[in-house]
Structure formats: C-alpha cells, structure tokens
C-alpha cells in the first residue's frame, strides 16, 4: 500500500494560516493556506462560483471574508489564488500560480 506524500506546503501552516482556512472555508469549503516567509501569506481558494468569473468579480467574492481579518494578517496575505476546478485540472494563464502554491519556491527572506 503507497502512501500519498503530503506537499511541501502543509508543513509550511501557522496558527495564523489555520485561522485563514476556517474563516474562509465557512464561504468556500475548499481553501488553503500557509505562511511563505514572514512577510507572506498565500492563500488559494477553489470554488465552481469563480468559473467564468473576471479576477475583479472573483475579488469582490473575497473581500468581505479579507475584511474580517485583523489589518496584520490582510496585509501578509500577499498571494491570494481564485481558481475554478476547471482551472485546476487544465494548464491556462493560472497554473503556473496554482504549481508555485503546490511547490513553493525558496523564499529569499
């Protein structure tokens, strides 16, 4: 039996990134997060809503859950993915976004 390897990212969570996936995941179940460096956080939510979506009306999906966060933590949200699963399971002008959230390059910080 293989057991599946877990991305390199899961390891990368905090208190604080946890506190960004339950905020989020009450709007949109399937959201994760972790801090990149100390100035950082991505975060990338996929939802069926965002399909067909511009990133300005994806954004305004997003902004209140953003807005409920302390001015700290919104401002280290630096990187925040809107994807549809269609947008997931295709290459198009987002993967290279979704491949660096997956497998985060080094972080010069």
């Known amino acids: 039996m293989s ?3 877990k991305p390199a990212w899961e390891g990368m969570r905090t208190e604080q990134t946890r506190d960004v996936e339950n905020l ?6 399937q959201t ?4 990149y460096n100390s100035a950082s956080i991505r975060v990338r939510v996929i939802d069926d809503r965002f399909e067909g979506k511009s990133d300005d009306e994806r954004e305004a999906m997003v902004q209140p859950i953003l807005d409920q966060f302390p001015p700290r933590t919104r401002e280290d949200i630096i990187n925040l993915l809107t994807l549809s699963p269609s947008e997931v399971t295709r ?4 993967t290279l976004l979704n491949d660096e959230f997956d497998d985060p390059s080094p972080s010069r910080l």
């Open 91 to 94: 290459f198009n002008r987002k």
């Open 32 to 35: 994760d997060a972790y801090r």
């Open 24 to 29: 989020f995941r009450k709007t949109f179940p």
């Open 3 to 5: 057991q599946s390897i």
